[in-house]
């Protein structure tokens, strides 16, 4: 990260050959935790903006577009759930959203590091408004571990929301990880995560969804959407299902008629979502 410009708070993605800025006002806070750098800044136009090791995680302003996109896409395209393990999502904006659907009846939420969770609720109230929810359990333990340790057939929608797949959470996007979320869903079961740039990184993505099915998914599915402040703007999520069914029929109805308030996703976006841009099914194909 390039903090040379006074006033301007620059993230250089190596990467992808890019860069994103923000004008800031001032330096919140800087914590090292037992496993990353968590800084925090304010900003003129994005409100608060958190960042782990250098790498902007998330805005005021711009949070909506994947916090939505990563819960209520797979919740509306299972049946009907009710138990929902979050791993990561520690600034709790994933499961702020995955609580507004009034049948989830559980939501654990397991994050390594606490620490993010702290700054979130110190610096992004309104994310972690759902924490004391009854139906939540918010815990600060190894995902990994916990998914090893699931029930097999106890869960209906796992959700992955992870840094990127280093440091902490390389872990999360391998096979044998996958294996363990597989036999903790149940038949009908969903896996969702975080998959990256489909314009810069789409070999994470083929990574991603080959390592799911060599863990024994059957169908897949890459949803993309808007997310400014990560590399190319574009972002994604890939859905993977313990048993073979069509991941592009979801309860539109019921998106359609949900009680609750959203900023970005609706069933219609849902729908667009679906349709497969040229760039990325000639990438998907065998």
Not at 55 to 70: G, I, K, L, Q
Request: proline content about 6%; glycine content about 6%.
């Amino acid at each position: 990260m390039d903090n040379s410009s006074q006033n301007w708070l620059h993230e250089n993605f190596t990467h992808t050959g890019s860069a994103f800025g923000l004008r800031i006002k001032r330096k919140l806070e800087e914590v090292q935790s037992p496993f990353q750098k968590i800084e925090m800044y304010e900003s003129t136009d994005w409100g608060n903006v958190m960042l782990i090791d250098g790498a902007m995680m998330v805005t005021t302003r711009d949070n909506f577009f994947y916090h939505e996109m990563m819960a209520h896409a797979p919740l509306f395209t299972h049946p009907n759930p009710k138990n929902v393990v979050i791993i990561g999502g520690g600034d709790c904006g994933t499961l702020r959203e995955v609580l507004r659907h009034p049948g989830v009846v559980t939501a654990v939420q397991c994050d390594i590091d606490e620490q993010v969770t702290r700054m979130a609720e110190k610096y992004f109230p309104e994310l972690c408004e759902s924490n004391n929810d009854p139906r939540a359990t918010v815990m600060f333990d190894d995902g990994i571990a916990y998914m090893q340790n699931a029930p097999a057939g106890s869960i209906d929608v796992i959700i992955v929301d992870s840094t990127d797949p280093v440091g902490p959470a390389e872990g999360l996007f391998n096979q044998a990880f996958y294996e363990n979320c597989l036999k903790a869903l149940r038949p009908d079961g969903l896996l969702v995560q975080q998959s990256e740039s489909p314009l810069a990184l789409m070999h994470l993505i083929l990574e991603m969804r080959n390592a799911m099915r060599d863990a024994g998914f059957k169908d897949f599915r890459v949803l993309p959407f808007p997310q400014p402040c990560y590399p190319t703007g574009w972002w994604s999520c890939l859905i993977a299902s313990k048993q073979s069914r069509d991941l592009a029929s979801f309860r539109k109805a019921d998106a359609a008629a949900k009680s609750f308030e959203t900023n970005y996703y609706t069933a219609d976006v849902h729908q667009g979502a679906l349709a497969m841009p040229p760039l990325i099914e000639r990438a998907l194909k065998d």
